[in-house]
């Protein structure tokens, strides 16, 4: 059973609300270089950039269960007002997965990385084709035209950097989407307001400590 099939198998995993059943760990191992994950110049950014937290978002566009934690983070991060949320486009699920993700990252390069991001998230379901996903995406006003050459000109660095987030998920262990790191701590789960705004106060805590 590979781990796509696996993550499929655990939906109560994935929506389980309370931070004592959720699969919580050090983020970052020994080996692994911190730096490089959490500022990466090409990777976006959203939120506050000068935030006193960080959360790494590991995920993919036809993971349905980062589609059901990504409200409740955004709720999150704005209500809250001191995070850093950085956005790890880790496509693991498919060459729909890819596509999507190169959309994001090419309208990164018109300053519309979190517009896209967020049409690519709402849309319902797994297995989404490329077809619906350029659908929605042009649905959320970015300049389709330009997002299509930016794709091909920039297809290199869209590459290394998709490259980098694969590394660095396998540097980190990780097995599937979603994964969030949280301040010092890794969750590999889906989370609910309650369960992000929780696992954001102990990460503070422990910061402090």
Known sequence: MDRRTLLALLPVVALAPALLSLP??????????????????EVPVSGNPKGDLTIVAFLDYNCPFCKKA????????????????????????GDASVYGAQLALAAKYQGRYDEVHRALMAIPGR??????????????GVDVARLEEDRKAHQGEIAALLQRNLDQADALGLQGTPVFLIG??????????DGFRQAVAQARARGRS
Request: no cysteine.
């Open 24 to 41: 919580i760990e050090e983020a970052f191992a020994q080996g692994v270089d911190p730096n490089a994950i959490l500022n990466d110049p």
């Open 127 to 140: 297995k989404i084709p490329k077809e619906r996903m350029l659908e929605a995406v042009a649905a959320s």
């Open 70 to 93: 990504e409200p409740d983070l955004t709720r999150l991060v704005k209500a809250d007002g001191r995070i850093r949320l950085v956005h790890k486009d880790w496509p693991i699920l």
């Open 184 to 193: 010092q701590l890794k969750v590999a789960a889906a989370l609910d307001y």
